[in-house]
């Protein structure tokens, strides 16, 4: 078998983790079985479809590396492939126009509530062999139903959940078309996923009751349905459906707070599916190890702790120059001029180890593109005491006369401490503040290296004359 999987997003909203992770689990089953991915864009609701969310949707996946092979595909293109075989279905008796009116359709489920009975259509406009069928009303334009089968049970074993039954006197005849001719969900959903030729649904378990519904369709029309999987909901931290109305972070939000894309994807790829006890792998590796059989049947937890630890130790294993060119537009948000002053690439190796986010990096880096203190007397006198003046000589000479390495300034610094008999912290927090203006700095032997030399001799020159 060929496979082939598909995300269908509807562009009603915008992109949460959640979501992704409906496009994460078929993308990389497909990938693991050297498949194919299709991106389906499902926007029959032209109401509230935009195309501002279809941008993200693409965005999104784009920036997590979910390639396509065909895609996007809109619903709202394939209009006259709905309507032909709609058409086909009510020349052969799969399909029937129902005239019951809106208020007629109400006044039922009243009553059957009423009865504590299910809410349901009866069946009235369905044709059934010696039936006679009420005369057509005057100024009412048809619903399409499916005459969905009667009896029987319509069962799958679901990839995640196992296996499945659900009888069909729970399921009424599905509306296919609304009155004006436009196609429903379900039915446009099983035209695509048919001649999409998708062997494999990998979705949310919110479409588990629209499952029976489709499985009956797909075998009227001739089709042998996909292999199903219902994933678990996505929870937040309060341990609620993740949503927009519950706070959930949409993908651009993540992108603004300076994450990951590889975090990301690793972080989506832990909530439901687990390989042993790796937490922290490649998208290659994911890939590689990839089953349905390992998708959890428990909801997933959003935890965004362990988000932003991940997203840290992506940032540690980092190859500086990549890193640096993910933090720059960070860094020229908060108006850092990163082409003038120290090399970028090497302020970031030197900030990256402590960092959570790029952001946290590009604010470290502030540091180093700030002008030279202009430090007066009084700053001088409380913050570098008289004592150590005779040290900093020692050490602005020698640095003077040095490489430029941090190996040769650790040097340095251990023979002017020990010549002059004082601890690390006597001195190096003075040569912090006649270089920055502050005490809080990352190791200063790192630091004099990515200053420069010249800047470093230059800087505390003028605490000593």
């Known amino acids: 078998m060929h496979i082939r999987t598909r995300f269908a997003p509807s562009p009603t909203g915008f992109i949460h983790l959640g979501n992704l992770r409906s496009a994460l689990y078929p993308w990389a089953f497909a990938r693991h079985n050297k ?62 126009p129902c005239y019951m009116s809106e208020d007629e359709l109400n006044r039922l489920r009243d009553q059957q509530m009423e009865n504590k009975e299910k ?15 009420p005369p057509i009303p005057q100024g009412i334009n048809p619903v399409i139903r499916f005459k969905n089968p009667i009896g029987g049970s319509v069962i799958w074993n679901d990839a995640v959940k196992g296996q499945i039954e659900i009888s069909n006197d729970e399921l009424d005849d599905l509306v296919i078309a609304r009155p004006d001719g436009t196609p429903t969900y379900n039915f446009c959903v099983v035209v695509d996923d048919l001649d999409m030729k998708i062997t494999h649904v ?21 089709g042998t349905p996909p292999v199903y999987a219902h994933l678990p909901t996505v929870l937040n931290d309060a341990g609620e459906k993740m949503s927009k109305r519950n706070g959930a972070m949409s993908v651009r939000d993540y992108q603004k707070a300076g994450y990951l894309p590889e975090a990301i994807l690793n ?19 994911f890939v590689d190890w990839f089953d349905l059989e390992s998708l959890g049947r428990s909801p997933a937890q959003h935890n965004p702790e362990k988000l932003l630890w991940l ?80 040290a900093l000589k020692d050490l602005v000479e020698a640095i003077s006369l040095s490489e430029p390495s941090k190996a040769a300034y650790a040097a340095i610094f251990k023979e002017v401490l020990a010549k002059h008999q004082i601890k690390m912290p006597a001195l190096a927090m003075p040569v912090r503040y006649a270089l920055f203006a502050t005490t809080q700095t990352p190791a200063i032997d790192s630091v004099l290296v990515v200053l420069g030399k010249e800047e470093v001799v230059s800087r505390l020159s003028k605490v000593i004359q």
């Open 35 to 96: 498949g194919d991915f299709i991106l389906r864009i499902e926007d029959t609701d032209v109401e509230r479809s935009t195309q501002e969310a279809v941008d993200v949707i693409l965005e999104g996946m784009s920036w997590l590396g979910l390639d396509l092979d065909e895609g996007p595909i809109y619903q709202m293109q394939r209009i006259d492939r709905y309507r032909e075989v709609i058409k086909q279905m009510l020349d052969s008796g799969l399909a029937y």
């Open 119 to 133: 809410p349901r259509y009866n069946g009235l406009w369905r044709p059934e062999p010696g039936k006679t069928l």
């Open 202 to 222: 990998i979705r949310g378990d919110d479409h588990v009751n629209n499952t029976p519904r489709q499985i009956n369709i797909m075998k009227a029309l001739g």
């Open 267 to 285: 972080y989506l790829a832990r909530l439901g599916w687990s390989h042993g006890d790796a937490e922290v792998f490649t998208k290659e590796q």
């Open 311 to 390: 997203n840290h130790q992506y940032i540690q294993k980092s190859d500086p120059a990549q890193l640096a060119l993910a933090t720059k537009p960070f860094a020229h948000e908060l108006g850092i001029d990163t082409e003038n002053g120290p090399d970028f690439v090497q302020v970031v190796g030197l900030l990256k180890d402590r960092a959570n986010t790029l952001i946290e990096i590009a604010e470290g880096s502030k540091l180093f593109y700030l002008p030279a203190p202009n430090l007066n007397a009084d700053q001088i006198k409380e913050n570098i005491p008289e004592v150590v003046i005779p």
